[in-house]
Structure formats: C-alpha cells, structure tokens
C-alpha cells in the first residue's frame, strides 16, 4: 500500500556500498566479525519475514542452517561434488524439509509452535550425527575451498541484497498482506478468504531456503564440519533475539539488531565466555519487559511522541 | 422483496459435538435479496448454524449449497471466495492494521479480490458510505465499540459478497446506537444484498426481516414472516417456557 520512497532507495544503496567496501578496508579480525554480523542479518532479516508479521516463532533456523552447511560438506568431501553444486541443491533440499516441517506444524498456533520446530531441529540434527556416523564412516567433513573470508562476505552479502528485494516485494503483495492478517487475527483471515496454511507454508519454506544457502556459503569459512557443531541450536535462539532486538515490525529492524548483537556477542564470547548464556538470557528479559517491538518499535515510539 | 431466485439452500445440516447435538436436521432456503433472520433463545443452535454456512465448522450430515454448489464440504477461506461473508458474534478486528487496511483486508483475497489503488477506494467508498470516514487512517484502538461494529461490516462488505451473514450485529449497542444500526441494515436491505442475520433484538427483526427461522435446542420450530412466527404458540413456549 505504501508509495516507492526514493530516498529510502538512495539510502539502501549507500548502505550497499559501504557494506560492500568493508571487506577493502577491514583486516582478519574485523572482517570476521563482518562476515559473522552479514551472516546473522540473512538469517535474522529471512526469519522475520516469516515470524514477524505471522508472531509464528520458529526455532528450527538451526536446522535449515547445518542442513545448508552439512550438505555442501558431505558433498565436497565424500561424493567429490563442486562447491558450487551443493550450494544450489541445498537450499532446495531445505525448502523441501521446511514444507513438511510446515505441514506439520504450522497448524499449532503459539507456544506448540516454538518447541515443535525446536524439537524437530533437535531431531535433524540427531538424525544426521546418526547417519554420519553409523553408515557414512567419518565423523567429520573437510570443506576445502579457494574463497578467503572477504569471498564469503561478499556471497553473503548478495544473498543480503536478494532477501531484502524479496522483503520489499513481500511487503507490498497480497501474500504479505495475508501474513499479517493471520498475525492478527487467523479466523479473519480464513473468512476473508485466505489460505491460511498455504500462505504460512510458502512463507516458512522461504525462511529455510535462506537459511540452507547462508549455511551452504559459510562452510568453507569453517574446513572442518560435524554435524553436531553446524546444527547448534544456539544459532536458532540467537537468530530470534536478534531480529526481536531489532525489531520485526520493519524489513530493517532486524539489521539494527544484529550488528549491535554481534559485536557484543563477539566481545563476550572471546573475553567472558562462561557468560555468553548469562547475556543471552539478559537479551531476552530485555526484549519481553522493555522493547516488545524491539529498537525500531522503540525509535518510532519517541519519533511519534515528539512529532505530537 | 423475496421475489428473488433462491440462493442458499440449506438442506438436513446436522452438527454434533461428540454426544451434544448443537444443529439438527435444518432446512431452510434463503431467496436473493431477502434478509433471513435466524432466530431463537439462547444455545439454540444459531451461531453454529452461521459457522457451518461460512465454513468455520463442518456438517456432521446434511447439506449446504449456494446456486447449487455445495459449500458444506469446502473450508472457510473457499466459501468466502464464492461469495460468503461475514461478521462475528464477538466483534473481531485486525488491532495491528489500521482503519482502512482493515477494510481492504476484506476485500483484498475474498470474492471481489480488489487489490492497489482500486482496493483503496473501493474501501474509502465503504468507510464513507458507514459513517467513519473521519477515522479512516487511525488505528482501530481509537475506535469506539459501535465503530468497531461499523468497521466489521464494511470489511465483510468489501469482497461484496452474495450473501452477508450478520452473527448478532447489533448485540451491546446503547439505544441510540441501535437505531442507527438498523437504520444500517435497511439501507443494506434497500440495496438489495442477501442477508441471514441472527439476532435478539426483537424490534430489529419485525423491522429488517423478510422471513425467520426459528431454532430452539437445535431444530427448526418455525418459519415464516416475523409477525407470524413471534406469535407462534410454540415459539412463544420456547422462549418464555410453559404457562
């Protein structure tokens, strides 16, 4: 409904460009944490194109993620497939389990929700450690490729650029509109007229497409893959404090939350690392009492407050 | 008024709830550009027969067709597509949209599928036409209850459906809110739309309904014009119990 701000655009190419140029300026340590910051921006801005107008929270990043990153492994280190190859079919193979996770799922509403994709991403993740090392004979996988840490900031970040173009998209079709409708309200949205799981499926397996393909691209950053590191659940709960600190109102909100996050993140894990679960729990108070609609919800509240 | 042909053919619909017979074997038809009224006391069954006409529950047996296409075996979101809509016996509306999304809402994925500008306007039209053009870009937090009401219908009104159904419309209105509720439903009736309303306010229906049905305990015990049947012997003992 709402009219193609030209300065909106300008402002988002100025932001490209700076991104883009960071890998040109940063040395190894910043740069990393760059890439972790673009990483988690895909995954928190595709996560909240889903649960933010749905309120559906999914915990199952984690699952699409490690089945990107897992699949682009076993398939360079066992089958002696190109890199290129298994970040194509990895995100499709993720869509495909992101529709019959959502088939199953996406029919309990709040709470059942959170712990049943939490529980299915739980079982992904057990299931594949079992295969791999029951019939596949390593445990672990080498991801052997040419890229430097700026080639996957730079993949990253045009998946960046096509998740916030499918945002824009999203925002001004009927199938976004029908997304916040069943957030409002889902027996509305059935009379209105709206195939309620249909919209919520289509929705759902977007989020895990991106997720597989952001897992599949950062592979080659870690060599070395198990199935139990690339699945980590904690991935998911920081994937959801994120675009909730930032906000999921707003196609942006997620990226004012990630990149504080990260840094803090970072600074944490590397001095205080015994804290790291303690400042997760803070984040989440954090968001439940004070900022509900997250950093942007809260700069609109004041924008509105001294406009009146 | 009921000249029309007939649109909606409710045939043997049966709900059970487990062991609890909620709607028994109705039948009734509803003709083009007539206002149904579906009467009773309360628990009759009257709410559960708007939810298995608009699809929010399943006939047990029976049937429900609308122009000879069956509705009672589609979900909610097909019938509303064919033309059916409806308003809620509590009022519900989308609180994190605004006034007029609300209204495009209705109108956007249902029967008439307006979308952009022409959805706009189509609402603007709506809004005007219910009295809230005034708060058409408020969120709906500041409407007042009959307003909410107002907003309700003009969202069912959106997809411009065939047939309206009206679950207990004008429930909770002041007296002079009332009056200008029916004076709603009227214009709505002059204008030709098909319209089942369930209702309790007795004046709403003497003056809005073409023909009643009326349910006590799950079945039809009569049907007919509202003088005829509200002077029904057995209508008079189901409301008011024996002398």
């Known amino acids: 409904m709402k009219q193609v701000s030209w300065s909106g655009i300008v402002l988002a190419i100025i932001l490209f460009a700076l991104a883009a140029i960071v890998p040109l300026v940063a040395n190894g340590y910043h740069l990393s944490v760059a890439v972790t910051a673009i990483m988690y921006v895909a995954l928190a801005t595709s996560w909240a194109l889903f649960s933010g107008p749905t309120h559906y929270i999914s915990l199952a990043s984690g699952a699409f993620f490690g089945v990107g990153g897992y699949l682009v492994a076993t398939g360079m280190s066992d089958y002696d497939q190109s890199f290129w190859l298994m970040a194509a079919i990895a995100p499709v193979v993720a869509a495909i389990l992101a529709t019959l996770i959502g088939l199953a799922t996406l029919r309990l509403s709040g709470v059942y929700f959170v712990i049943f994709t939490l529980g299915l991403a739980e079982m992904v993740r057990n299931l594949v450690s079992w295969i791999q090392n029951n019939f596949l004979g390593s445990r672990g996988l080498y991801v052997l490729t040419d890229f430097t840490e700026a080639h996957i900031y730079w993949m990253l970040l045009a998946v960046c650029v096509v998740i916030y173009i499918f945002g824009w998209w999203l925002s001004h079709s009927r199938l976004g509109f029908a997304l ?81 996050f990260t840094i803090i993140w970072e600074i944490i894990s590397s001095n205080f690392s015994n804290f790291s679960t303690l400042f997760l729990g803070l984040a989440f108070l954090l968001i439940v009492y004070v900022i509900p609609n997250g950093f942007v919800g809260l700069l609109e509240k004041w924008g509105r407050r001294l406009r009146a | 008024m009921s000249t029309g042909r007939t649109l909606l053919q409710v045939n043997g619909a049966t709900k059970r709830f487990g062991g609890l017979v909620a709607v028994s074997g109705m039948t009734f038809d509803v003709k083009e550009h007539e206002v149904m009224g579906i009467i009773g006391p309360n628990g009759s069954g009257k709410t559960t027969m ?51 999304e609300n209204v495009i809402a209705g109108g956007a994925f249902g029967h008439s599928r307006r979308w952009g500008d022409d959805a706009l306007h189509f609402a603007q039209t709506l809004l005007d036409r219910l009295g809230l053009a005034d708060h058409m870009y408020q969120p709906v ?103």
């Not at chain 2, 209850?145 to 909770?172: F, H, M, N, T």
């Not at chain 2, 509202?226 to 008079?236: A, G, H, N, Q």
């Open chain 2, 50 to 100: 708007m939810n298995l006409i608009s699809g929010e529950l399943r006939v047990t047996s029976g049937s429900i067709a609308m122009q000879g296409r069956q509705l009672s075996q589609l979900p909610a979101h097909k019938v509303s597509r064919l033309g059916v809509a409806r308003t809620f016996q509590l009022v519900r509306i989308l609180p994190g949209l605004s006034v007029i």
């Open chain 2, 141 to 243: 937090g500041a409407l007042t209850y009959i307003d909410q009401k107002r907003l309700e219908l003009a969202r069912a009104l959106a997809s411009e459906p065939q047939v309206l159904l009206l679950d207990e419309w004008l429930a909770g209105l002041n007296p002079t809110e009332l009056q200008i509720g029916i004076d709603l439903i009227s214009d709505l009736r002059k204008e030709g739309r098909t319209i089942i309303l369930v209702e309790h306010v007795m004046d709403a229906i003497r003056s809005l309904c073409d023909r009643c049905v009326v349910m006590n305990s799950g079945k039809k015990i009569a049907e007919g014009k509202p003088s005829e049947v509200l002077s029904d012997p057995e209508v008079i003992r189901a409301y008011l119990g024996d002398e």
């Open chain 1, 180 to 260: 916040r409708i069943i957030g409002n309200d889902e027996a509305v949205a059935k009379h209105v007229g709206i195939n309620t799981a249909l919209s919520k499926v289509v929705l759902f397996m977007t989020t895990g497409f991106f997720a597989a393909l952001v897992g599949a691209i950062i592979a080659p950053r870690y060599s070395y893959i198990e199935p139990n590191q690339v699945f980590s659940p904690e991935l998911s709960f920081l994937v959801v404090i994120m675009a909730l600190i930032g906000g999921t109102n707003r196609l942006w909100g997620p990226l004012v939350g990630v990149i504080p």
